[in-house]
């Protein structure tokens, strides 16, 4: 099993729908939670991290399910600039600075 | 200010060249990270320095050799590298300590082609 699971899409949605991203970890012990977004040629970033109780930030909702080693991210009303690659970071269990990387979901939001 | 910058944006190198790549936060961050990205792919722990020591080599080869000469700087100095070593290198940095998520801020990146 991978330590970061994403599922890669490509998800398509139209402007002003709510989609939402899965990601599973591995490691019970990991302690830290992120949401990072990449543009084409761009580098990551940080988008939201995910903390136990749950947060949102404007249209962007992080919730963690630490049972179900489960992370998600919701986004309401998609916007056009959106469109990304939505990666899931979460810190190796043996070090706090070491970040695990998802694979990354790519979205497309269509006029 | 949540800003780290690389310098140079693009560079083009031939195998036997020597070159580096700098990076410089003003956050006050005491971790600073190397990273690799290929294409399509996510990016790749190279090294970690933690109050200016290397605390983290995920195996890399010594062709890429890293430095930190003070808390705000990171270089990593190139020299016989590979076309396969062609990439996006990240620098990042994060705070040591704190609330325990140690978020990471990443760079623009220096897009490195070696021919």
């Known amino acids: 099993r991978k330590e970061v699971e994403q599922d890669p899409g490509p998800f398509n949605v139209p402007e002003g729908a709510t989609v939402a991203f899965n990601c599973t970890y591995s490691n019970s012990a990991s302690q830290s939670f992120f949401w990072y977004r990449q543009d084409c040629r761009k580098e990551p970033k940080l988008l939201m991290s995910v903390y136990s109780s749950g947060n949102e930030d404007g249209r962007f909702t992080a919730q963690l399910n630490r049972a179900s080693q489960y992370i998600s991210l919701l986004i309401r009303d998609s916007k056009l600039s959106d469109s990304a690659t939505y990666l899931c970071v979460v810190n190796s269990a043996g070090n706090n600075r070491k970040l695990i990387w998802g694979l990354g979901t790519s979205l497309a939001v269509n006029p | 200010d949540t800003e780290v910058t690389q310098t140079p944006k693009h560079l083009v190198m031939g195998m036997t060249n020597k070159k580096s790549l700098k990076c410089e936060q003003h956050?006050?961050?005491?971790?600073m990270y190397w990273y690799k990205q290929k294409a399509k792919k996510p990016p790749e722990l190279m090294f970690v320095?933690?109050?200016?020591?290397l605390s983290i080599n995920e195996s890399v080869p010594s062709r890429f050799s890293p430095e930190c000469p003070n808390s705000s700087l990171l270089n990593l100095h190139l020299h016989a590298l590979q076309p396969e070593d062609s990439a996006l290198y990240l620098c990042?940095?994060?705070?040591?300590w704190g609330n325990g998520h140690y978020e990471q801020y990443v760079g623009p990146g220096t897009r490195l082609t070696v021919t």
């Open positions: 990042a940095s994060s705070q040591v």
């Open positions: 956050m006050g961050h005491r971790a």
């Open positions: 320095y933690s109050y200016e020591k």
